[in-house]
């Protein structure tokens, strides 16, 4: 591969929002980053005000269920009412249905994949894991677990959400100034899930869909 080709990293921020999507907000202006934030519908309801600051600086908002479930465990009628549930609290608020979806935990399979797609949404998973809501995951640890972890083109896992098991964020929101200044320096190039999509596709010739659904499978990452 040409080394002079762009590399591309994409943060998505799941379980949120909360009180500690503001600090990560704040930090992404001062690098006038655009991410995308896979909102859960129950938090989203708590938390509109954020829901539209997060639309209004410009990034992307997918649908993370409303409560959280592994999605393998339910019937079609059940996963359709997380997600459209969802779907319609967000759209209450910012008057946009969104497009995209990623499961909790990670958790897909084919009968999901399938009601998903039918539902006009397309699943997002992830290939660098940040695991930022291990209990003894300082905030150190979870710099150089990131950075360790990077790939030329990179969809990023980290949290803003603080409950469904993720517990505080105080370490991701202390460490993400200093790996966002590793990868500017490093000359990755900042993007959303939808823009990540079409560059690496038309840089990559495959589909990053199909490559992330198969690394997850293959390597679960579970949060």
Request: with cysteine; proline share 5%; charged share 20%.
């Amino acid at each position: 591969m040409n080394e002079l080709s762009p590399r591309y990293i994409c943060l998505t921020f799941d379980d949120g929002p909360s009180a500690y999507t503001t600090d990560i907000l704040d930090i992404l202006k001062k690098y006038e980053i655009r991410a995308t934030f896979f909102i859960v519908g129950s938090a989203a309801e708590k938390f509109p005000d954020i829901v539209r600051r997060i639309h209004a600086e410009g990034h992307v908002i997918g649908n993370h269920t409303w409560s959280h479930p592994n999605i393998t465990h339910l019937s079609n009628e059940e996963l359709q009412q997380e997600i459209h549930s969802t779907s319609d609290q967000i759209k209450e608020i910012i008057n946009i249905s969104p497009d995209l979806f990623r499961p909790p935990f990670g958790e897909i399979n084919h009968h999901a994949s399938a009601e998903i797609k039918e539902m006009g949404m397309t699943t997002v998973l992830y290939n660098v894991s940040s695991r930022d809501w291990v209990q003894d995951m300082d905030s150190n640890s979870l710099y150089w677990h990131v950075i360790l972890m990077l790939k030329r083109h990179n969809i990023i896992l980290l949290h803003d959400g603080d409950q469904f098991g993720s517990g505080p964020r105080d370490n991701t929101v202390s460490a993400l100034p200093s790996i966002i200044e590793y990868l500017l320096e490093n000359d990755y190039s900042f993007v959303t899930v939808p823009e990540f999509h079409e560059e690496v596709f038309k840089i990559e010739k495959w589909d990053i869909r199909f490559l992330l659904h198969q690394l997850s499978v293959s390597f679960p990452f579970y949060y």
